[in-house]
């Protein structure tokens, strides 16, 4: 390898530094008018009447309803329960009414004031806790989107045999993905009445799939272009779809380019978040403190439609258990609905919500247990050889115990742990000092039978001009995709890095090589980048041509292409004979390999304003193989910056199910100056399934400072807080509580 484990740099890196990167609200498009969107003011009801004032100028405008749309009602996802725009039933607040374009874009959003909707408001659901109990009717049965049970052993018996038996619940709520750049989509008809759309996206063929549906026309009559797309962090993988579908339709109807842009005060409180979650634990330990049975209870709330709840809950339900063998295990696990917008994918999708509940737990059970929670987790980690809760055995790249172990020892933690014990005992001190430990996995791709449903394309091409260029629909939002996938191929084909250029997504040139989520694109899609490489490479050699000029590659271009421009080299996905899953029973291998992680957190709590200050994170992570290490670092410190804000900081409030602090002036996200020095260690142990050993890292550092930090902030101020965000006034309640029961 030449180019693998080279930190090069990012390819379109210059572009995005000088200002030359064209994101959508930067195209011009001649004729284009601006589209903005009528919202629900009610949480649940329906609507009775649309009245457009008398004397406005609505002659000057499009206007699209339900009525209007040419196919199907429905963003097209997994289930086919959430309408484009509603239609008499409205189930949440901000849910689309109508559509509004103008040539001039204050004019556009000054109609909505002139528009009043008669609705006739309903009892709304609100809390996972009344849905629960069914207080009204909304999806299904009992309200639930979607459950699965995970079942080894004999809990019972677990349990009969247990010394100690220790139960908790924990509790997190919404996040905010809080990309750079909002939702923005602009639309146009060609000539031969191919519907187009460009803008930010994570997931090309997510909206060409909706697309096909809303307008009822074959696939060839779609297009779908990313536009440079400035971070998504999963807001951007379901929810443009709705947005292009939008755009689009006012584009149809009004016969001229449209293009929508959302503000960030519409695009905070309209858009998908993280699912809320409560788990509970019960687990059964032995007198030494080895896991017998652990009995896991998760809900979640979905919103008012379903989006992508069950892939985000079986991620959760699948890493409910932790990194850790135990021999019975069953994890129950809902999602259920309710009259507040819809939520969806977010970096972690599912297993930051799991995760924290379960390394939080670890704490709880060290303290009934009377042992350190170092010593629990090293007596109960997954090793070569272990099997999880679905009776997978992992056989090769577990790398739980080497992260574990590096963390534990860079970051000082047994000797601080002492130290700032010892600390806080003393009254006199302005900070209480606290030191906490997390150690998770997260599973690289999708879920089980999740690849074999995508099937996925890639491919690389060389034009008849001798450019070589990789064809994926793998989506470049800030993680450096287009770098990587250009160093994957170099290597394979055994040519210089800068030779490779990778193909824009435009579903018109691009195989679909599935979502670019679920810290699949390295491992998955660049295994396919390598795999196509190999056979251009295989092609070359029957020639009798090696490229070590670029007049080698010109001459194979005329050789590979003859009279075509193109020749394209494309592969699918195939499942490796080794991994075996039942999506009935929910057993056997639910991905092909883990990334492991474990972190530090070092802080301090200021005793006046029960402020927490982190002066450290210390983490290493377990990732395979790093293609780019400077890129993989730069994933590894900006999930955990943003796991801080998960933490600490991000309090999404609402208020008859609707968000009422979308603003980043009170949305508080981490910025440089929140954000604590980080000791980051790459741990390698290749998988070997993975293109030269890689597998995923883009979720994998949400995990883990959740746990660490709820842990560090409980051992400083001498409470036990099982909820985040861990707010200055939550830290206040519970130190007063804790102080009045003693």
């Known amino acids: ?327 019975n295990v069953r994890v129950r696990s809902r999602v259920v609905a309710t009259n507040t917008p819809p939520n969806g994918a977010f970096r972690g999708f599912g297993a930051p919500q799991t995760l924290f509940a379960v390394e939080l737990h670890m704490e709880k059970i060290a303290r009934a247990v009377k042992i350190d929670s170092l010593t629990l987790r090293r007596r109960n980690l997954w090793k070569e050889g272990s099997t999880t809760a679905t009776g997978q055995v992992l056989s090769e790249s577990v790398g739980a115990c080497e992260a574990l172990e590096h963390t534990v020892k860079k970051s000082g933690y047994v000797r601080k742990v002492k130290e700032y014990a010892s600390w806080n005992r003393n009254a006199k001190k302005k900070t209480w000092k606290g030191v906490g430990l997390s150690l998770v996995h997260h599973g690289a791709g999708f879920t089980g039978s999740g690849e074999v449903y995508l099937a996925s394309k890639a491919g690389l091409s060389i034009t008849e001009d001798g450019r070589l260029q990789v064809l994926a629909a793998s989506t470049e939002i800030g993680q450096g995709t287009n770098t990587m996938f250009s160093q994957i191929a170099a290597d394979a084909l055994g040519v210089p890095f800068d030779w490779v250029e990778v193909e824009n997504p435009d579903t018109k040139f691009v195989p679909n090589s599935g979502p670019t989520v679920a810290s699949r694109t390295t491992m998955v899609v660049g295994g396919l980048v390598r795999r196509a490489a190999l056979a251009m490479k295989e092609a070359l050699a029957k020639e009798g041509l090696v490229l070590k000029t670029p007049s080698d590659v010109k001459k194979a271009a005329k050789l590979l292409c003859g009279s075509e421009p193109i020749r394209r080299f494309i592969v699918q996905y195939e499942k490796p004979a080794e991994i075996v899953w039942d999506d009935a029973t929910y057993k056997g291998d639910a991905y092909g390999a883990y990334a492991y992680a474990a972190l530090v957190a070092d802080l301090e709590i200021d005793k006046t304003t029960f402020e927490v200050k982190i002066n450290k994170l210390t983490t290493a992570q377990d990732i395979g193989k790093a293609v780019n290490p400077l890129l993989a670092e730069g994933q590894i410190i900006g999930g955990t910056a943003q796991g801080v804000g998960y933490a600490l900081l991000e309090h999404c409030v609402y208020k008859d199910g609707a968000m009422v602090n979308g603003q980043f002036t009170n949305y508080i996200i981490p910025t440089a100056m929140d954000t604590p020095a980080m000791d980051v260690k790459i741990v390698e142990k290749p998988y070997s399934r993975g293109p030269f050993g890689a597998k995923g890292v883009g979720e994998l550092p949400m995990d883990t400072p959740g746990p660490a930090i709820a842990a560090a902030v409980n051992f400083a101020a001498g409470v036990w807080i099982t909820e985040l965000p861990l707010l200055p006034e939550r830290i206040l309640k519970a130190i007063n509580e804790t102080q009045g029961q003693r």
């Open 1 to 327: 390898m030449t180019s693998v484990g080279v930190s090069h740099r990012r390819k379109e890196g210059p572009e995005k530094l000088c200002g030359l990167a064209k994101y959508i609200d930067d195209l011009s498009l001649p004729g284009c008018l601006h589209g903005v969107t009528l919202r629900s003011t009610i949480n649940c009801g329906t609507i009775k009447s649309i009245d457009f004032e008398t004397g406005f100028p609505w002659q000057e405008y499009v206007r699209v309803s339900a009525m209007d749309i040419p196919g199907r009602n429905l963003v097209a996802l997994i289930e086919e329960d959430q309408p484009l725009l509603a239609d008499r039933k409205v189930m949440h607040p901000h849910e689309p009414i109508l559509l509004l374009a103008h040539p001039d874009r204050a004019k556009a959003y000054e109609a909505l004031k002139h528009i009043r909707v008669q609705y006739e408001a309903l009892e709304p659901v609100l809390t996972m806790e009344d849905s629960l109990a069914v207080k009204r009717a909304l999806y299904k049965e009992n309200n639930v989107f979607k459950s699965f049970l995970i079942e080894k052993g004999d809990i019972v018996k677990g349990f009969e045999s247990a010394r100690y038996t220790v139960e908790g619940e924990y509790r997190v709520w919404h996040q905010e993905q809080a990309y750079i750049e909002n939702n923005g989509m602009a639309a146009w008809v060609e000539p031969d009445g191919t519907v187009t759309v460009q803008g930010s996206m994570q997931c090309p063929y997510y909206i060409h799939k909706a697309l096909v549906k809303i307008f009822g026309l074959p696939e060839e009559k779609i297009r779908v272009i990313q536009s440079a797309t400035g971070g998504g962090f999963g807001g951007k993988e379901e929810y443009p779809s709705m947005i292009a579908g939008h755009a689009a339709l006012l584009a149809w109807k009004a016969k001229k380019p449209v293009k929508i842009v959302y503000d960030r005060a519409e695009d905070m409180p309209a858009t998908t978040k993280r699912h809320p979650a409560i788990v509970r634990h019960k687990t059964a330990l032995d007198k030494n403190g080895k896991l017998l049975a652990q009995d896991i209870d998760v809900v979640m709330d979905g919103g008012a439609y379903a989006t992508l709840s069950s892939v985000v809950l079986s991620r959760g339900t699948l890493h409910a258990a932790g990194p850790y063998e135990c021999p």
